[in-house]
């Protein structure tokens, strides 16, 4: 039996106390097997996201400088558009807002609910991304 099998297992026979006869068993069961797996994949997903974040950091420390928004501007305009269309929908997004729609780091934070840091680890990342993407 794989780990989550067990998991789930061992939180339905744990759980079992609280099946009131409410609703069926089987719906019941499904519920609880449901949002363990919900719980199981988003924890996951957060992992990956924070080793993520963490290479990228330990990236942009290993470059000697930011790069400048005159680099993003000084682009040809027919390559920019097609360097953003191979980069993250996300990322994308926010130079967007940044470039385009010319919102401060403030308004981006309230936009997408994020801290201060956040915004520009992820405008820093989305320049590196489209830099990349324009350069190929």
Do not use: P
């Amino acid at each position: 039996m794989s780990n989550l099998a067990h998991d789930i297992f061992v939180k339905l026979f744990v759980s079992l106390k609280t099946f009131n006869g409410n609703s069926k068993f089987s719906t019941w069961l499904y519920s609880i097997t449901y949002n363990y797996c919900t719980n199981y994949v988003t924890r996951d997903k957060q992992s990956k996201n924070i080793q993520r974040d963490a290479d990228f950091e330990m990236l942009v420390d290993t470059i000697d400088d930011d790069i400048l928004d005159e680099d993003i501007l000084s682009m040809n305009a027919n390559k920019l558009n097609v360097a953003l269309d191979k980069i993250d929908v996300k990322e994308k997004m926010i130079l967007l807002m940044k470039y385009q729609d010319e919102l401060s780091i403030k308004e981006i934070m309230k936009v997408l609910s994020l801290g201060e840091s956040a915004v520009k680890m992820r405008i820093q990342r989305a320049k590196f991304s489209l830099i990349e993407a324009y350069r190929n």
